[in-house]
């Protein structure tokens, strides 16, 4: 079960995705590397989070297929795990009895579910929140719960569903270098999805950017920022201008669709 | 937070808690009803109808089980009642839940058995004690099938719609950790619906209770709602009034365990969202 | 809100769809008619009537005239209870939410009548009121009322002070303000309540022809079990099960409209 030391490649080959009449996105080839964190970024509606959806075999495309460690992808497959933006904690369930679902489905003995479940809500920086609903929880908190969930798991392969879109601003900082710091003690490899430029470029190796509509890969830009990311990152000059290159290219883009707008009427 | 502002005050006596005053003012409220009872009967109604004086009364021998021989003993009928009940109820449940479930989750099954559920559940039950006697005769399977129908309808569409209303985010989680059919029915569907079988069994008490005793009557079996009956007729309503406070009481108290359980174990479930 | 749902638009083709679906429950409707008629002609005459046998009475009931009389006698009383519910529910509960004292001491009362199987209380009132339509009419009553009053109640105290203070600040008259404010606010409790009540009557109604003067259909499902006619019985049985399905119908088309400027309805 355990997977240090496993990979975590991902393969995208060729894939594209349709529902109904309308084509979400196409030709998407990307391969993620051991360890690595792609960002993927792109207007509301090019279809990112299906593409991560996509990915964890929720959804399956409809052209192209994506493997993971050679294996092709058709359902969730095991050592991958989301965490979502909806948190997706079951609110009938404590703290502990969350983070414990991933190992309970497993099949995991109960010894491990316990010892497993105390280190990553320690992890995650919720000791003592062991018996709470979620409802007692603030935002961050219960992501917090929900990054623990996924981490319980013991994933080699982490899928980011714009995790912290629904967390107040300052929360949402502390977060993101809380992920990093545990991303520094147990790297795997993360594809990140979010909407925000900033947190793509301070979490991510690599920044996808997806265009157009129906979307494809517009652009993929290293980053090149030192690991581990620590506050001073993002003052730091490269970071500025991968921010800025990642803006540009979405801001003609909605200029672009804005310009569109204006015609039809 | 929401209270009629203009209504009439209660004048405010300091030093006496309010839950203090609150019981004064329920008992106070419970003796005025019961001597406006005793005045009215007394005063209006003919010898044989119950007051609270002959009530209490009767109270003692009926509890005692010293009744005349020949007439029906207090505790056997209860007892006879409670425990109809209560199956009535198991049956209710363990159904309910997987019919519920399966239509809450099925489409096909949904469609299938939709129409015949909410008819069921939207007819009085008790329409069909007559026809049940016809076919099982005058035997307390009647009371078996009457008291498992009332219990069965309201959890079975109650479970139904909680699992309906699931978000459709829940069953993704559970997906994205490998869960199988199962793990969704009955390990998200469920719990997530299990306000919705509380609701669904406080309604299936009222319908049970009320399908026992109109069965206990039309087929004449042992139990309350023929000993009600049969001391009305005997002119016996003090006797008789005590089986219906203890119906009363039944009601009330499984009513109030439900909300306690509620409160008790499911914490997580609050009624604003 | 969550990604899934931008992503995913409705399926266009709807009508193929709900062409399916109807067809199944039209499948569940034929089955569950078979059923019963191979179940009625399978068993002996005298304790069960096959589909068929039933439709046939009913129409001989319905041409004899027998059943239109049973269901006009029911319907009086129904209609009759039920309005009286209606009255004294909605009023009382508007009254006791307006009076803090009475509401406080009577509503340990109130739920306890409710909790009360009321065909246990039939008796008394027998021996109070007779056997005739007015005693039938107060049984039908105790039925029905209490769901309305405590919906009413219940309405009528969740009224917001939000929306209190804006009428006061309009210089808004006392019966103004129930006119404008309060009795629409409480009407969709009343409703929801008068749905139940319509259930709980039929129920009441049912229970006071058995119990008390024997007439309409509850006379005609009890005379006709004596004569071992199954046939009969079921056609009585089937109409109240119409009878019922209508109500319900109706009560909740009337609820729906009262509550319509209520969100998601």
């Given at each position: 079960m355990s997977t240090n030391g496993a990979a975590g490649r991902i393969q995208i080959d060729g894939v594209a995705k349709q529902f109904g009449d309308l084509r979400v996105f196409q030709d998407i080839d990307l391969a993620i590397g051991e360890r690595e964190i792609v960002s993927i970024v792109g207007p509301s509606g090019c279809g990112k989070t299906t593409l991560l959806r996509c990915i964890d075999g929720l959804v399956q495309p409809s052209e192209g297929e994506i493997r993971i460690d050679g294996a092709k992808v058709t359902e969730p497959p095991r050592g991958v795990a989301v965490v979502f933006q909806h948190f997706g904690l079951f609110p009938w369930k404590t703290v502990y009895e969350n983070v414990a679902y991933g190992l309970r489905l497993a099949g995991a003995p109960k010894d491990q579910i316990a010892e497993s479940v105390a280190r990553h809500i320690e992890l995650v920086g919720l000791k003592g929140f062991d018996k709470a609903y979620p409802y007692q929880l603030s935002g961050g908190m219960q992501q917090r719960t929900g990054l623990a969930r996924a981490l319980a798991t013991d994933p080699h392969v982490l899928l980011m569903d714009e995790p912290f879109a629904s967390i107040d601003a300052q929360t949402r900082e502390i977060l993101q270098f809380e992920l990093l710091r545990i991303w520094e003690s147990r790297p795997m490899s993360m594809v990140f999805v979010t909407h925000s430029i900033e947190e793509a470029v301070l979490m991510g190796d690599r920044v996808v950017v997806l265009r157009g509509r129906p979307s494809s890969i517009h652009e993929v830009i290293e980053t090149g920022l030192p690991r581990p990311r620590t506050r001073d990152v993002l003052s730091s000059p490269r970071f500025n201008e991968v921010r800025e290159q990642v803006w540009s290219l979405l801001m003609h883009e909605a200029e672009q669709a804005e310009r569109e707008l204006q015609e039809v009427r | 937070m929401a209270s009629v502002p203009h209504e009439v005050a209660i004048p405010r006596t300091y030093g006496v808690s309010a839950r203090t005053q609150r019981t004064f003012l329920r008992i106070a409220t419970g003796v005025i009803l019961l001597v406006l009872w005793e005045v009215l009967v007394r005063w209006l109604a003919p010898p044989f109808v119950a007051r609270p004086v002959t009530v209490a009364r009767a109270l003692p021998h009926v509890l005692a089980n010293h009744l005349p021989p020949g007439t029906p003993t207090f505790w056997g009928a209860a007892e006879a009642t409670v425990v109809a009940s209560a199956e009535g109820l198991a049956i209710g449940i363990v159904g309910g839940v997987l019919v519920g479930l399966t239509m809450g989750r099925l489409r096909t099954a949904d469609r299938l058995l939709r129409f015949y559920i909410s008819t069921f559940f939207a007819m009085p039950i008790i329409a069909l004690v007559p026809v049940m006697t016809l076919w099982f005769g005058y035997s307390s399977t009647v009371r078996l099938y009457i008291v498992a129908l009332g219990a069965f309808l309201p959890i079975c569409l109650n479970v139904y719609d909680g699992t309906r209303s699931l978000p459709a985010s829940f069953v993704e989680v559970a997906q994205s950790y490998r869960a199988r059919w199962w793990n969704v029915w009955f390990g998200i569907a469920l719990p997530a619906s299990l306000p919705y079988l509380l609701a669904g069994f406080k309604l299936a008490v009222g319908r049970v209770l009320v399908g026992a005793?109109?069965?206990?009557?039309?087929?004449?079996?042992?139990?309350?709602?023929?000993?009600?009956?049969?001391?009305?007729?005997?002119?016996?309503?003090?006797?008789?009034?005590v089986a219906v406070l203890f119906l009363a009481l039944l009601g009330v108290s499984v009513n109030a365990a439900a909300d306690l359980a509620t409160r008790r174990f499911l914490p997580w479930y609050r009624r604003s969202e | 809100m969550s990604a899934i749902q931008v992503n995913e638009p409705k399926p266009r083709m709807i009508v193929p769809h709900s062409v399916r679906g109807g067809a199944i429950s039209l499948v569940g409707l034929v089955i569950g008619a078979g059923i019963w008629e191979i179940v009625g002609r399978h068993t002996q005459a005298a304790s069960f009537a096959p589909f068929s046998q039933t439709v046939s009475a009913l129409w001989l009931m319905t041409r004899s005239g027998e059943l239109p009389t049973a269901l006009e006698s029911s319907l009086e009383l129904f209609g009759a209870g039920l309005g009286f519910a209606m009255l004294f529910g909605f009023f009382g509960g508007l009254f006791l939410a307006r009076i803090r004292l009475l509401r406080i001491g009577l509503e340990p009362y109130i739920l306890m009548l409710y909790a009360t199987p009321m065909f246990a209380l039939i008796p008394f009132i027998l021996s109070l009121f007779g056997f005739e339509f007015r005693a039938k009419v107060i049984v039908v009553t105790l039925f029905g009322v209490w769901p309305i009053l405590i919906n009413t109640l219940e309405g009528a105290r969740s009224v917001s002070n939000d929306l209190l203070e804006v009428a006061k600040s309009y210089r808004s008259t006392e019966p103004k303000l129930w006119r404008h404010v309060i009795i629409p606010y409480t009407l969709p409790y009343t409703m929801t309540g008068v749905r139940q009540a319509i259930a709980r009557s039929l129920i009441g109604m049912l229970a006071s022809e058995y119990l008390l003067a024997a007439t309409g259909l509850g006379n005609?499902?009890?005379?006709?079990?004596?004569?071992?006619?199954?046939?009969?019985?079921?056609?009585?049985?089937?109409?109240?099960?119409?009878?019922?399905?209508?109500?319900?119908?109706?009560?909740?088309?009337?609820?729906?409209?009262?509550?319509?400027?209520?969100?998601?309805?």
């Open positions: - | 005793v109109v069965a206990e009557y039309i087929v004449n079996l042992k139990g309350l709602g023929s000993y009600i009956v049969f001391d009305s007729r005997t002119f016996h309503q003090p006797e008789m009034m | 005609l499902i009890l005379t006709y079990t004596n004569r071992f006619d199954t046939a009969r019985v079921l056609a009585a049985v089937l109409v109240i099960t119409l009878l019922a399905t209508i109500l319900m119908a109706i009560g909740r088309a009337i609820e729906n409209y009262f509550a319509r400027w209520k969100a998601g309805v």
